[in-house]
Each structure stands twice: as C-alpha cells, then as structure tokens.
C-alpha cells in the first residue's frame, strides 16, 4: 500500500513554528497549489486553487522556521493523514493534512531568509533536499530491506495548532 503526496506550490502565510515541551519542534504551512486547464472550444483558461495544511516535524521545521515566508515555492513530499477531534462544543470535526517526508526551497536567488539571520545569496532551483531521516528508504537496488516508517515521537494526534 502506498500513501505518498508530492505537492509544489506558494506558501499562503508566514508559517506557524512551535515548540513542544519535549523541545520538539513543529511547523505548519498552508500551501497553495493552482491548476490550469483550457477550453479549447473557447480559448478560455480557468484555473482551480487547492490549499494544503503541511505539518513538518525536527529538522524540517528548523528549516522552514529559518528560511520559509508567505509567497515561498516549496516542493514537498509526504503522506496524507486525516485527524479526528472534538470541537468547543464537543462535536466531531476531521482535518486533512500532509506529513513531510522531504522539503525543497524553490524559488529566485532574490529570496532573503528571516530578518535577523545572517545574510545569504540566496537559493538556487537546484537548492538540496531536506528529509527526517527516520524516514529515508534503502535504494532499490540494495540487498538489504528498506526500514519500516518510523512515525514521528510526538503523538501527530495532539498537534499544539
């Protein structure tokens, strides 16, 4: 079975970083995705933007946190998982979101990182991957198996959002 989501698109805010108790770090980012289709009996171009909650955990919320803005490119690959909980009013509510895996900035070398850290040249499109390392697979053509999933240590459940 697979669940694997590869998603490219504009951040819509400035990302929400959190820190939990353990010291844990965590980011959600609300990722806009625009498709374009054209009628070709009308010449006409509609387009439908889907928004995206994108949860990202360790490392990936370190980056996002220091480098990551509202109108940023983003590549993202993870998984879908859908919360249950309860509102205010004790009534069940559902949110889809996307668990990352791997991050790539993308964008123009003109991008600056946060105020206040220490000044870049920027990044490139070619800018390297960011992945949680508990959840890097062995090549293919390795002998040996790929490791099992390792979910995050954090109940993904309790999320402090």
Do not use: C
Request: aromatic share 6%.
């Amino acid at each position: 079975m697979v669940n694997k989501v590869i998603l490219i698109g504009n951040v819509g805010t400035d990302p929400e970083i959190r820190t939990l108790e353990s010291g844990v770090k965590v980011a959600r980012v609300r990722l806009a995705t625009t498709e374009r289709s054209r009628n070709r009996e009308t010449g006409d171009t509609t387009e439908h933007t889907e928004w995206h909650t994108i949860t990202l955990w360790r490392g990936l919320a370190d980056v996002v946190d220091k480098y990551v803005r509202k109108g940023s490119q983003i590549y993202v690959e993870g998984r879908i998982r859908t919360r249950e909980w309860a509102d205010q009013s004790g009534a069940k509510r559902y949110s889809t979101e996307i668990l990352a895996d791997t991050m790539n900035l993308l964008g123009r070398r003109n991008d600056s990182p946060q105020q206040g850290a220490a000044p870049q040249s920027g990044y490139q499109q070619a800018a390297p991957a960011y992945q949680q390392p508990a959840y890097q697979q062995a090549p293919a053509y390795q002998a040996a198996p790929a490791p099992a999933p390792v979910p995050p240590m954090d109940d993904p459940d309790d999320l402090p959002f």
